[in-house]
């Protein structure tokens, strides 16, 4: 069940990518739900998604919070 939330997460974050501030809102509501190891997978999923999207790399900063 948890490995569908994941990817579920995955999905709604690659949909909402065009608006930093979707893409931010909905990033910090995947860290409350996903287990630790599941954010950790997450963060790295994301350092190579927005390799190419610099609006959003400063959204990562929600992780460390």
Same mark, same amino acid.
């Given at each position: 069940?948890?490995?569908? %939330?994941?990817?579920?997460?995955?999905?709604?974050? *690659?949909?909402?990518?065009?608006?930093?501030?979707? =893409?931010? /809102? #909905?990033?910090?509501?995947? %860290?409350?739900?996903?287990?630790?190891?599941?954010? *950790?997978?997450?963060?790295?999923?994301?350092?190579? =998604?927005? /390799? #190419?999207?610099?609006?959003?790399?400063?959204?990562?900063?929600?992780?460390?919070?």
């Amino acid at each position: 069940m948890s490995r569908l %939330i994941y990817d579920y997460t995955k999905s709604v974050l *690659e949909r909402v990518s065009f608006d930093a501030k979707l =893409f931010r /809102k #909905e990033l910090e509501k995947a %860290i409350k739900v996903l287990l630790p190891y599941e954010v *950790e997978q997450l963060t790295e999923w994301l350092l190579s =998604f927005t /390799k #190419e999207k610099p609006e959003l790399r400063q959204c990562l900063r929600s992780i460390n919070k």
